[in-house]
């Protein structure tokens, strides 16, 4: 569960004492959110979701109050796959103390361990309009992605969950003048580090044992989550920037 440090957003003086860093925000998601990118919170920001107060030098700054509703989001993206334009309503509607019902979406199983570990992980899906909506995007656009290997549809026409995210952060690269065809060699990049992630949990996926494979599952989260940190930092070190 998403952990906030204890005493709330606070007022005046005392809150500024416990506002947080982008980085900060970051560590603490990323106990629930493994996957949480700066650039997503960023996009989030951009999006409306969250309002982070800024420093007079520009950095942001969030409070515990943010850092919940962060979780929120990424919570109804992750396990409900909602536009953003429905998860803001949501929210606003939850701080006006409404309750609010979120739709439950069918997923499908992953493996045989799944009855006997109703905790494992299983794969949701999105349908290629409800990506389309909660991405932004047009046909056209998607299609060109598609072209390029950067968003794929798995075999009966649907797309895994973290294509949302994909969509998403290729639009936000787009308005930089950073088109799909530059994106080829990130996506070569992520295509090698994947495999050397399944090189280290192979042996588990074709262990007999249910337990066994399922915890590669967990393995392979924790070594993905690895290897995105480590990729961003050398990305900043060749470029010699800190990101704030």
Same mark, same amino acid.
């Given at each position: 569960?998403l952990?906030?440090?204890? =005493?709330?957003?606070?007022?005046?003086? $005392?809150?500024? *004492?416990?506002?947080? #860093?982008?980085?900060?925000?970051?560590?603490? %998601?990323?106990?629930?959110?493994?996957?949480?990118?700066?650039?997503?919170?960023? /996009?989030?920001e951009?999006?409306? %979701?969250?309002?982070?107060?800024?420093?007079?030098?520009?950095?942001?700054? /969030?409070?515990?109050? *943010?850092?919940?509703?962060? =979780?929120?989001?990424?919570?109804?993206?992750r396990? +409900?796959?909602?536009?953003l334009?429905? !998860?803001r309503? +949501?929210?606003? $509607?939850?701080?006006?103390?409404?309750?609010?019902?979120?739709?439950?979406?069918?997923?499908?199983?992953?493996?045989?361990?799944?009855?006997? /570990?109703?905790?494992?992980?299983?794969? $949701?899906?999105?349908?290629?309009?409800?990506?389309?909506? $909660?991405?932004?995007?047009?046909?056209?656009? %998607?299609?060109?992605?598609? #072209?390029?290997?950067?968003? &794929?549809?798995?075999?009966? =026409?649907?797309?895994?969950?973290?294509?949302? &995210?994909?969509?998403?952060?290729?639009a936000?690269?787009?308005? /930089?003048? !950073?088109?799909?065809? +530059?994106?080829?060699?990130?996506?070569?990049?992520?295509?090698?580090?994947?495999?050397?992630?399944?090189?280290?949990?192979?042996?588990l996926?074709? +262990?007999?044992?249910?337990?066994?494979?399922?915890?590669?599952?967990?393995?392979?989260?924790?070594?993905?989550?690895? &290897?995105?940190?480590?990729?961003?930092a050398l990305?900043?070190?060749?470029?010699g920037?800190?990101?704030?």
């Amino acid at each position: 569960m998403l952990q906030t440090p204890s =005493g709330g957003a606070g007022h005046g003086a $005392a809150a500024t *004492d416990r506002l947080m #860093s982008i980085g900060t925000v970051l560590n603490v %998601l990323r106990d629930e959110f493994p996957e949480v990118t700066i650039s997503k919170i960023r /996009f989030l920001e951009a999006e409306g %979701l969250i309002e982070p107060q800024r420093t007079p030098s520009g950095y942001r700054k /969030f409070s515990a109050h *943010d850092v919940e509703r962060l =979780g929120h989001v990424l919570r109804m993206q992750r396990d +409900h796959y909602l536009p953003l334009k429905v !998860i803001r309503e +949501h929210l606003d $509607a939850m701080e006006r103390g409404e309750a609010v019902q979120l739709p439950t979406l069918g997923r499908q199983r992953d493996g045989e361990s799944v009855p006997e /570990f109703p905790e494992a992980p299983t794969a $949701a899906r999105i349908g290629r309009e409800e990506l389309l909506a $909660a991405a932004g995007v047009g046909e056209e656009e %998607l299609g060109e992605w598609e #072209s390029y290997g950067l968003v &794929t549809p798995l075999v009966d =026409g649907v797309y895994d969950a973290e294509a949302v &995210t994909v969509a998403s952060l290729i639009a936000e690269l787009r308005r /930089f003048g !950073i088109e799909p065809r +530059h994106l080829r060699v990130m996506k070569a990049a992520a295509d090698r580090e994947a495999g050397l992630v399944d090189q280290v949990v192979a042996p588990l996926k074709r +262990h007999r044992n249910p337990q066994t494979r399922a915890h590669a599952e967990a393995r392979a989260k924790e070594l993905a989550g690895l &290897t995105v940190r480590l990729h961003a930092a050398l990305v900043q070190t060749a470029l010699g920037v800190r990101l704030p």
